[in-house]
């Protein structure tokens, strides 16, 4: 089956969309051929590590927006002209994410091709986190709603979340237009085995870290992340396990770590909190594979690929009810869900400290079980590609 994925981006910086997009098409291997269109300019470096064909049609050395188009946005009519000329000969479309000129360019072409079979992968982006957060800007998504994304949406086969949660918070938030639902999951590939390259290549990101053991916070360092409330419960709590650092692994997108930095320096806890970036490969599995236990205090987080990462190397998962699988970790007992708040962060940390190791041993392992029951890109991969055949898809794509 040939499938078409639109997204504004295959910048892996950019959070998990297109990961989950490579995930899944080599889960289903023969069954599926792929084909990505985005937005990024041709000559990006990170499109030579996309492992799947993939069309950039931004322009060379320039970011992928017009003259009063705004960055995050994009802009290319050429990209419009493709998706018309093309979408046709592909069994199934699936637009990823929403308020963006990919989304606007499937919104005018997709729901008038009346052969064309589409999805639409929210990914989180219908959250009422965004509207309290960014109350100017969720105006200007409501005007969008109602003449972009609406239509999208309502004209898609179904629309697509990762989780209950997701779906329910994106109920009633856009006025205007119904849309078909279905929760399909997302997850991620089992990730290799532990190795010594892998302790190297972290210990070589993070050289003031040493020997020492560590929490785990690994994703985009942005206001919905939690970090400001990280590194003022981890202070808090510091002295109660002297020997214990906390490792902050992702890109600065808002220019948040200088700051982040400064408080942690005020209270004295600079020393024990290390910064290493963005790490991929070796670097970034070996963060997993050393950490004690993973922490994600997000506001909002429709999925987190993060999590089912550290669920997958056997890590509890310390997180917060905006993380819209919280119930799955929960009720598996695969560690500790609070709050998205100060006091619910420091609960995070104090029920960690307070674990016994037994204790410790036994989420470990009810970690990787929940991986493998719910997260598991092939099971997640399977869903998928049954809803797309119950939607007319080949019947020979498997089920």
């Keep these: 089956m040939k499938v078409l994925h639109i997204i504004a981006s295959a910048d892996p910086r950019s959070g998990g969309p297109i990961e989950g997009i490579l995930r899944q098409e080599a889960a289903l291997g023969e069954h599926s051929t792929s084909m990505v269109v985005t937005l990024d300019p041709p000559d990006s470096g990170f499109l030579a590590d996309i492992r799947v064909p993939i069309l950039a049609f931004g322009r060379p050395g320039k970011s992928y927006r017009g003259k009063f188009i705004p960055l995050k946005y994009g802009f290319s009519i050429p990209y419009v002209l493709w998706i018309l000329r093309n979408a046709k000969a592909y069994d199934a479309v699936i637009v990823h994410g929403l308020w ?3 989304t606007f360019a499937a919104s005018i072409t997709l729901p008038f091709m009346k052969s064309v079979r589409y999805f639409v992968y929210a990914h989180g982006m219908m959250d009422p986190w965004f509207r309290g957060r960014y109350p100017i800007k969720h105006l200007f998504k409501i005007a969008s709603w109602l003449l972009c994304e609406g239509r999208l949406l309502s004209a898609a086969k179904s629309v697509l979340f990762t989780a209950d949660d997701e779906r329910d918070l994106a109920r009633g938030q856009f006025p205007g237009w119904r849309y078909a639902e279905t929760v399909v999951g997302y997850g ?18 993070t050289p003031g870290l040493g020997e020492r053991r560590y929490l785990l916070f690994l994703s985009r360092i942005h206001p919905k992340k939690g ?4 590194i003022e419960a981890f202070a808090a709590l510091a002295e109660r396990d002297p020997d214990l650092d906390l490792v902050v692994v992702g890109p600065d997108d808002t220019g ?36 004690e236990a993973f922490i994600l205090p997000s506001h909002q987080e429709n999925f987190g690929v993060v999590v089912a990462e550290a669920l997958a190397c056997g890590l509890p998962v310390l997180t917060t009810r905006k993380v819209n699988i919280w119930r799955e970790v929960h009720n598996a007992g695969a560690g500790r869900v609070e709050n998205d708040d100060l006091d619910g962060v420091k609960n995070l940390i104090a029920f960690w400290l307070n674990a016994d190791a037994a204790q410790r041993k036994a989420m470990s392992k009810r970690a990787q079980a929940l991986f493998m029951e719910k997260f598991d890109v092939d099971f997640v991969a399977r869903r998928l590609a049954n809803v797309i055949r119950e939607n007319g898809a080949p019947s020979s794509l498997a089920a």
């Design 227 to 230: 970090c400001d409330l990280l």
């Design 256 to 291: 948040m770590v200088p700051a982040l930095k400064a408080r942690a320096e005020m209270l004295g806890v600079g020393r024990r909190i290390h910064w290493p970036g963005m790490l991929t490969g070796d670097a970034k599995w070996g963060a997993y594979r050393g950490a």
């Design 188 to 205: 991620t590939a089992t990730p290799p085995k532990s190795s010594r390259p892998q302790g190297k290549a972290f210990a070589d990101s």
């Design 100 to 102: 963006n000129f990919s």
